[in-house]
């Protein structure tokens, strides 16, 4: 009964490269959220996805960032042309329906740009 | 804009004390609300929540209070155990659900012997 899993956790790439983070969600998890913890602060939404939808990315930076979940396999959250400023933990959380409770999150992607 | 506040960044407690971890929130529009722990490098776990129809959720050693009127949330953990160190994060909802939560910054919590 693993929990919700992503990989890389640790993720280095430089300046003007792209970033692709995957979460596989809680078995029987149809609902995917992302969030991004900047250092010293607390996690910022960014993506609400259900299985090829995309239900709320009103987070999403405007430029370079996307997400997917498609039919069959992980979410993904890509991020094109890297920037110093990327450089976060990035979490993802799954939910069986739209969250009444706490949902549970994964152990994150740690994105660092060099 | 910071809609939920964690105005304390850190609190030191004896074992067997309570710890009181304190959340205020601006949006008047939020009406669901959870805390979660963090331990490092891990992902942040699922504590308690409560409704903005209640004022206070209980389990086990994790109270939560809520003041609507102060727009004040607290966290209370009695007795506080080493285990309990970690960074405790406020959250809120304001969909009716926890679809998509604003984090505070988080109370660093150590419990000492």
């Known amino acids: 009964n693993a929990g919700v899993m992503q990989n890389p956790r640790h993720l280095v790439r430089r300046r003007g490269q792209e970033a692709r983070l995957r979460c596989s969600p809680m078995?029987?998890?149809?609902?995917v959220y992302w969030y991004r913890q900047l250092p010293e602060e607390g996690l910022k939404f960014m993506v609400y996805l259900q299985k090829e939808n995309i239900i709320d990315e009103s987070g999403m930076p405007k430029e370079r960032f996307s997400a997917e979940f498609p039919k069959e396999g992980p979410s993904i959250l890509r991020i094109q042309q890297v920037v110093r400023g990327d450089s976060a933990a990035y979490f993802c959380?799954?939910?069986?329906?739209?969250?009444?409770?706490?949902?549970?999150f994964g152990s994150g992607t740690r994105l660092t740009v060099v | 804009d910071q809609q939920v506040k964690q105005n304390s960044p850190s609190l030191s407690v004896q074992e067997g004390r309570i710890s009181i971890l304190n959340c205020d929130y601006t949006?008047?529009?939020?009406?669901?609300f959870l805390w979660y722990k963090k331990y490092p490098a891990e992902g942040p776990t699922f504590l308690i929540s409560i409704s903005s129809i209640k004022d206070k959720n209980e389990d086990g050693r994790f109270t939560v209070f809520l003041n609507k009127s102060a727009k004040h949330l607290s966290l209370h953990i009695v007795p506080s155990q080493p285990g309990d160190s970690a960074v405790y994060f406020c959250a809120a909802s304001g969909s009716g659900t926890a679809s998509k939560l604003t984090f505070g910054t988080g109370t660093r919590l150590q419990v000492t012997l």
């Open positions: 078995k029987g998890h149809s609902h």
């Open positions: 949006n008047s529009m939020f009406d669901y």
């Open positions: 959380a799954s939910s069986p329906k739209q969250a009444q409770f706490g949902y549970t």
